[in-house]
């Protein structure tokens, strides 16, 4: 089993629409949490990081960590199609020294 | 421009001849650190440093090498490449450590024949 579990998609939606995007994993001892977004042939990039528990909101994107369930989610409000990229959620234990990565869920909104 | 430089951005290469993908970031990071990218299998960390002449292996360490004897550069070593190396590969750099954000480079397309 994997340590960080993440459903590839594609997942296909129009524009305008919310989109969530989840991540589970295994290991309780990890504290901070990321999502990062990548376009088609580029790097990866941050786009939200949480310690722990609890919500936080940028813009259209919210993160959500349910340390209990050991679960993740971002949400995307009114998606538009430049929000079209692979996203990969990623998480690390306070004591180490890399980041865990799942395998990413491509997204596609649709004009 | 801060930025993560990797070069070659393509390479196609054949069982054997060695070869070496470089990585230069300009942010004064301490910490690097190169991945390899696989559909279905997401990001693995192959090696990484946590200073000038500190290295050591990530996940995925078996065929490569690394280096760092500058601060700026993080190369990547295949001695002696294989079919099974085929893959996308991704230099990082971070101010934090691993744990934290990391600054991706462009990406380095290897195929080995």
């Known amino acids: 089993q994997k340590e960080v579990e993440q459903d590839p998609g594609p997942l296909s939606v129009p524009e305008g629409a919310i989109v969530s995007l989840n991540c589970t994993y295994s290991?309780?001892?990890?504290?901070?949490f990321m999502w990062y977004r990548q376009y088609s042939r580029k790097g990866p990039e941050l786009l939200m990081y949480?310690?722990?528990?609890g919500n936080k909101e940028d813009g259209r994107f919210t993160a959500q960590v349910d340390k209990s369930s050991k679960y993740i989610s971002l949400f995307i409000r009114d998606s538009q199609p430049s929000d079209s990229a692979t996203y990969l959620c990623?998480?690390?234990?306070?004591?180490?020294?890399?980041?865990?990565f799942g395998s990413g869920t491509r997204l596609l909104v649709r004009p | 421009e801060a930025q993560v430089t990797q070069n070659p951005r393509y390479l196609i290469t054949v069982t054997g001849k060695k070869l070496t993908v470089t990585c230069s970031q300009n942010?004064?990071?301490?910490?690097m650190s190169w991945y390899r990218q696989d559909p279905g299998l997401g990001l693995r960390q192959i090696y990484y440093?946590?200073?000038?002449?500190?290295?050591d292996k990530g996940d995925v360490p078996e065929g490569y090498k690394v280096s760092r004897k500058e601060k700026r550069n993080f190369p990547l070593i295949l001695e002696s490449p294989s079919p099974n190396q085929t893959s996308l590969y991704f230099c990082?750099?971070?101010?934090?450590?691993?744990?934290?954000?990391?600054?991706f480079g462009e990406g380095s397309r290897l195929t080995v024949l």
């Open positions: 990082a750099s971070s101010p934090f450590g691993g744990s934290g954000e990391l600054f």
């Open positions: 290991n309780s001892a990890f504290q901070y």
């Open positions: 949480t310690y722990s528990s």
């Open positions: 990623a998480m690390s234990a306070q004591s180490s020294y890399k980041l865990i």
């Open positions: 942010m004064n990071h301490e910490y």
């Open positions: 440093s946590m200073n000038v002449e500190v290295t």
